[in-house]
C-alpha cells in the first residue's frame, strides 16, 4: 500500500466544503438525552430524534443524517466541566451537548471497507456513486469511531453519502488505480435540515 496505510476505518472526518471551500472547524451544539445509552464517538454520523435530541445514525437512509459527531461537553459530578473525544452511553447527567458538523456543504474523508474493519478500495469509476456507512463498534481506548463506507457503490437514491472523490495518497501498490480512502458528502438534498419528514 502507498503511504500513508490505512490500518483500520476511523469514521467520517471534515476536510473542507463543496467548491474547495475551508472547513474552518464550525460545529453546532445539539443536546443527547438524558441516560441515552447508545455510546457515540468521534466521526459517527448522527439524526435527530423525534425529541429533537441528537442519536447515532444508522447510515442507510438518506433522510436522517444531520451531522458527524465532534466530541461533546457535560458538567461531572467530580470534575466539573468535561470535554470528551467520544460519548460513553448511559451518562446520568442533565447537559449533555455534542459538537456536530451539519454544514450540508460539508466534505468528508472515510476509509472504503468490504465488510466490518476489513479495508477495501474504490476506484474512480466508483465516483458519483453513492455508499452506506458499516457500523462498527468504536474505541474506547481513543475515542474515534471505527466506521467507514462499503466497497458496495450504486446509483440508489436513497443512500446517504455521495463519492466525490478518491484520496490518492492511498492507493493501492499492487493497484494503482485503487483508493482505500475517498471523499463524500451528503447525498444531494437528501440531508435531515433539508427533510424534516426524516426525523
Known sequence: ???????????????????????????????????????????????????????????????????????????????????????????????????????????????VVSTGTTISYATRANVGENAVLVQNSGSTANGDSRNAISSTTATTSTWPLRIVDVVKETALATNSASYTEVIVKWNAGMHQYDNPAGI
Not at 500513508?4 to 476536510?15: D, F, L, Q, R
Not at 443536546?31 to 442507510?60: E, H, Q, W
Open 1 to 111: 500500500m502507498a503511504y500513508p496505510e490505512v490500518g483500520s476505518p476511523y469514521g467520517m472526518i471534515p476536510i473542507n466544503l463543496i467548491g474547495g471551500q475551508v472547513f474552518a472547524g464550525s460545529t453546532r451544539l445539539i443536546p443527547i438525552a438524558t441516560n441515552s445509552s447508545t455510546a457515540i464517538y468521534f466521526g459517527d454520523v448522527v439524526k435527530l430524534a423525534n425529541t429533537g435530541t441528537l442519536a447515532r445514525d444508522a447510515g442507510t437512509d438518506a433522510a436522517t443524517p444531520v451531522g458527524v459527531f465532534l466530541g461533546c461537553s457535560y458538567t461531572d459530578a467530580t470534575f466539573g466541566k468535561t470535554f470528551r473525544q467520544y460519548y460513553p452511553g448511559t451518562t446520568n447527567v442533565t447537559d449533555v451537548v455534542a459538537y456536530v458538523a451539519d454544514d450540508p456543504s460539508l466534505l468528508f474523508k472515510v476509509a
